[in-house]
């Protein structure tokens, strides 16, 4: 029984939602923070604040192309958005940006177009 307890604690996970925008963040993943951020659109904005601070997507770019379409040029996926307070881009070419006291990664995005963008983004404290 003390097993399940455990093995609950660490799977927990905060979501919050806002405006047609959630993001779920999952604790505890080989020393990252996972936060899965799903916006309806590409103007959607999404934030989560908790005790551990703060995550805030201002803004994406999608210059990736679209399913289905043969693209002579495939531009990147841009999230840009503020962690603590501190600014970040991060895109599908570099998927990482350090930051002075964190580093950030774009895990992966699926969606957009016409469907809802998931975007998962992996955070650490160095």
Do not use: H
């Amino acid at each position: 029984m003390i097993k399940n307890i455990i093995i609950s604690i660490f799977s927990i996970a905060i979501s919050t939602q806002i405006f047609g925008a959630e993001i779920v963040k999952e604790n505890n993943q080989n020393g990252y923070v996972k936060y899965t951020i799903t916006l309806d659109d590409v103007n959607d904005q999404a934030s989560i604040f908790d005790m551990d601070g703060s995550l805030i997507i201002d803004s994406i770019e999608d210059n990736r192309c679209p399913p289905n379409v043969r693209c002579l040029w495939s531009g990147d996926f841009i999230v840009k958005g503020f962690l603590n307070e501190i600014p970040f881009v991060i895109n599908t070419t570099t998927k990482q940006q350090n930051l002075n006291t964190y580093e950030i990664l774009l895990q992966q995005v699926t969606g957009g177009y016409t469907e809802p963008y998931t975007i998962d983004v992996l955070v650490k404290t160095k």
